[in-house]
């Protein structure tokens, strides 16, 4: 039932402030200041690396969870799309964590690479949505998220309650490894995260009315840097599967290694880029390309955009949050803008062609 909305998408992408409230209720104890992992009978200080392995949206929560491990716990992650990981032959050393992350816990190239490390005999560990899925049962530490039946084929919810399980998973690391210097303060920005996306939904509005400019582009690009980086990924992979729009997303630096080329006015350029530490560089990545005539939209806070928002055709302004939580929140424009596009070009949003919800044969 798709209540008051028009598409499951769009029901999935308003639901996210109560489902990722409801899965961080199972991973967070306000009352003792703690981040927790569900019962888990695993000492978490062995781990001395992490590999990830995932497929399309559930891989982007996999890279920005390399970012957060590594800063926070300073383990080193790899991560890997399952269909590459499971026929190369890789590497598992000992004390290795292997992580799966899916929906639907049912794709095939993921339940294969997750096989694949059990049998090298490395503890295994999966964030998944489905709770009787194939993956849930077979992986030795269950990281369940709560978003409830995912009905559109393109992920939204399942993607930031990922991300709020794979932020407690830092935590944990990060706390076993004596390296959490401020354990409140993480669950206090973890706290804050339904709310900031409740205000980041409330720019529906302006995302719907500036999405005609973006329905009639060729390519469109997508730059972040950091753990918005992979979340330029997702949006270029949202805005391909629905609106069928060719887009990329690039790591802000990169442009100038070969995408810039691409730029001229024709061209949109989603930049997100939360106002902080790599802002200054970002923007100065967004700016070669503006001398290009590149058409920008600039995701950012109000500071973010007092400072860089000229000369862009739109800007959509997110609440200030703390970097940790940044991904979840910029996830909900990024969602929006794809759907409001495809809603535009009148594709089939819940049915996209070609694309099936769950991959289950390679
Ligand atoms: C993109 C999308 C896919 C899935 C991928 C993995 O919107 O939905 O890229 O993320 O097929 O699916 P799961 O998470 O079920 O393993």
Not at 255 to 282: C, N, R, Y
Request: with cysteine.
């Amino acid at each position: 039932d798709k209540g008051n909305h028009r598409h499951f998408m769009q029901k999935e992408i308003y639901e996210q402030p109560v489902v990722v409230a409801q899965t961080l209720r199972s991973y967070l104890r306000p009352l003792e200041a703690q981040v927790a992992l569900p019962d888990i009978e695993f000492d978490l200080s062995s781990v001395e690396r992490v590999v990830v392995v995932a497929c399309g949206t559930a891989s982007y929560v996999g890279m920005i969870g390399k970012y957060w491990i590594e800063q926070l716990a300073r383990i080193p992650v790899e991560v890997d799309v399952a269909s590459e990981y499971r026929y190369r032959d890789p590497v598992l050393l000992p004390n290795t964590l292997g992580l799966v992350i899916s929906q639907s816990g049912e794709t095939a190239d993921t339940l294969a690479a997750l096989r694949h490390m059990k049998a090298a005999g490395v503890t295994t560990g999966g964030i998944i949505n489905v709770p009787t899925s194939s993956m849930a049962r077979e992986v030795d530490l269950l990281l369940p998220t709560h978003a409830g039946p995912e009905i559109g084929v393109a992920s939204t919810k399942a993607f930031t309650c990922q991300l709020a399980v794979m932020a407690a998973l830092a935590t944990n690391l990060a706390r076993a490894k004596g390296r959490l210097a401020d354990e409140a303060d993480v669950v206090e920005h973890l706290q804050h995260v339904p709310e900031a996306m409740s205000m980041a939904l409330a720019h529906d509005a302006e995302i719907e009315a500036m999405a005609p400019k973006i329905a009639a582009a060729r390519d469109v690009l997508y730059l972040g840097r950091g753990p918005e980086f992979p979340l330029a990924l997702e949006g270029a992979l949202k805005l391909k599967e629905i609106s069928y729009i060719h887009a990329e997303g690039y790591a802000s630096g990169e442009m100038k290694h070969g995408p810039i080329a691409l730029i001229d006015e024709q061209v949109p350029l989603i930049v997100i880029a939360p106002s902080g530490p790599l802002f200054d560089k970002t923007v100065s990545n967004m700016q070669e390309a503006q001398a290009r005539g590149a058409q920008v939209v600039l995701i950012s806070d109000a500071e973010g955009i007092a400072q860089a928002g000229e000369n862009t055709i739109a800007t959509i302004e997110m609440p200030k949050v703390h970097p940790l939580i940044a991904p979840l929140v910029y996830a909900v424009p990024v969602q929006l803008l794809a759907y409001h596009v495809a809603v535009a070009k009148g594709t089939d949003v819940d049915q996209p062609r070609n694309l099936a919800k769950s991959v289950t044969v390679e």
